[in-house]
């Protein structure tokens, strides 16, 4: 099982935290991207990308996820193929459709209904593939209209990744992905702000129905899982209201029960995890109990 640390707190020392994770074993950084979610301002995506990847020399970096609602497909390639560049070939291109309805609201951006976000997203994600595969984009949608002839690169571009949670997003945007994360989380931000009791509602069944969807939908793309975790003495009171078959709760508790609990995803057919802690301290007793193992 991979292991990517998602880096989600606006003050932390992106370069520092990156050099950390890399000298203790962790084998990818995702950034976040948010601009002033949870009353704070936030790091730039692209920026904490570029400092992650100076900073390391091994390490896979990845957005986790770029918000489609902030940026046109053709900026966020144009960024992608760069990161890929100055990383030596480590950078990972996540999108995502966006969910964080009051971030959006306080920049003046709208905050479209789910379908539209879904379809705005494998929109945007058909744009992606082309540019990234043919150097070039032929295409007239519903919400973009992208005609460029000129956008090859002498280098490989990156993967694609998404982040997709329900079906039709699974259906529709998984045949355009090279890794598909399954996020069982995305039930829990429907509303737009994470909703920590539905989060807990989420069984292992429910991943399993993911899973089989993502299968469905593209066979060869590796599955990756997003899992918001607390791992720390007394981290499982956090989740001590969570029925007994949520696939969440063993993510709070001890470092080891977390570790343990990432490790068995791979019988749900996932090869690697982004490690979302609620506070980023818990990354170093993750890596030292994934170590002792």
Known sequence: MKYIANITKAEIDIAGYATELEARGWDGMAIADHTVHSGR??????VGVG???????????????ANNLFRNPVEFAQAALSAQRVSGGR????LGAGWAEAELLAMGLDYP???ERVERFVEALTICRSLFQTGACDFDGTYYSVHIDDFSTDHEPPP??????????LREAGPLLDRIEVKAAGVA??????DFAR??????????????RARDANSRAPLSFFGLCAAAPGADKLAASFPDDSVYKPFFGEPRQVVESIESLADLGFESITVSALDPSHF????????EL
């Open 41 to 46: 301002l936030w790091p730039h995506v692209w």
């Open 51 to 65: 400092a992650a990847a100076a900073a390391t020399e091994r390490i896979t970096i990845t957005t986790a996820f």
């Open 91 to 94: 950078f990972e291109a996540g």
């Open 113 to 115: 209904a789910p379908g």
């Open 160 to 169: 694609l990744v998404g982040a997709l949670g329900g079906p039709r997003i």
């Open 189 to 194: 931000t429907r509303g737009g702000d994470l």
């Open 199 to 212: 989060l807990g509602e989420v069984t292992v069944d429910d991943v399993k129905r993911q899973v089989e």
């Open 284 to 291: 170093g007793p993750i890596a030292t109990a994934r170590s």
